[in-house]
């Protein structure tokens, strides 16, 4: 545990990636869209704050968390792991651990910029219901980055990840909301993992809170974990 904590000082780089460039993209949209309802500017701005959090985890969970793994496979950093009396439970726990602590730092930085650049405004609550959403979105989200895991050639997991990356953002409404989709695509934007991902934190100010989301990103989670096991034993049989 102690060097995945000393890793995460050194991992400058992704963090420019997954968290200072969603912060960008959000203060220039967010200042792109001037609505002449304050209500609804307000509305808009808190709303893409959430859009961009979740875009930056995403991130983590998609890059980060099954390139390091893959590396650590090719490298043989596991195995050696292994054969000492580390059991792999304790090693996937301090990996998922390691995330969790750059999704706490991205949210945080996201949230501070919201809150005192953006003028964004919710009750003390509000703010500590949203984090923990997001943190219990971000949690069920990296199945996603143990599937992609499975890859034995990072770079050939890169290219599909930026593709899903970007991919899942447009379609889950990230970047644009998705109730300016046209009606044709509003299905599909509703199936995505990431528009639920978000709506877990989003929610939060609706009428009737979307469980929904909550169950749909659980389903989710079984699936990608289901099929990293089933491709695991089919590539440790070959």
């Given at each position: 545990?102690t060097?995945?904590?000393i ?13 200072f460039?969603p ?11 001037q609505?002449?309802?304050k ?19 995403t ?8 390139v390091?793994?893959?590396?650590d496979k ?15 439970f304790i090693?996937?726990?301090?990996k ?10 991205a ?8 809150r005192?650049?953006?003028g ?22 990296l199945?996603?980055?143990?599937l ?10 890169s ?16 970047w644009?909301?998705?109730m300016t ?21 989003a ?18 989670g079984a ?10 034993k ?5």
């Open positions: 545990m060097y995945e904590l890793d995460v000082t050194k991992r400058k780089s992704i963090f420019i990636f997954s968290i460039l912060v960008i993209f959000f203060i220039i949209f967010s200042s792109m869209t609505l002449p309802d209500e609804m500017q307000k509305f808009f701005v808190r709303d893409y704050m959430l859009s961009m959090t979740t875009f930056s985890l991130s983590f969970a998609i890059f980060t968390f099954p390091e793994m893959i590396n090719k490298e043989g950093w596991n195995r050696s792991l292994f054969r000492t009396p580390l059991q792999p090693y996937y726990v301090c998922i651990i390691k995330i969790m602590m750059m999704y706490m730092i949210i945080a930085v996201v949230f501070f910029v919201g005192f650049y953006k964004v405004e919710m009750s003390f609550m509000e703010w500590i219901g949203c984090y923990t959403a997001l943190l219990f979105g971000g949690f069920i989200f199945t996603f980055g143990l992609l895991a499975q890859f034995k050639d990072t770079q050939k997991m290219v599909l990840a930026n593709v899903l990356y970007l991919g899942l953002a447009m379609l889950g409404g990230l644009f909301p998705v989709f046209p009606d044709w695509l509003k299905p599909i934007a509703y199936a995505t993992p990431t528009y639920h991902f978000k709506n877990i934190a929610g939060l100010f609706s009428v009737h809170y979307p469980y929904h989301s909550i169950g749909i990103m659980l389903l989710y699936v990608f974990v289901i099929l990293a096991m089933w491709i695991r089919r590539t440790e049989v070959i």
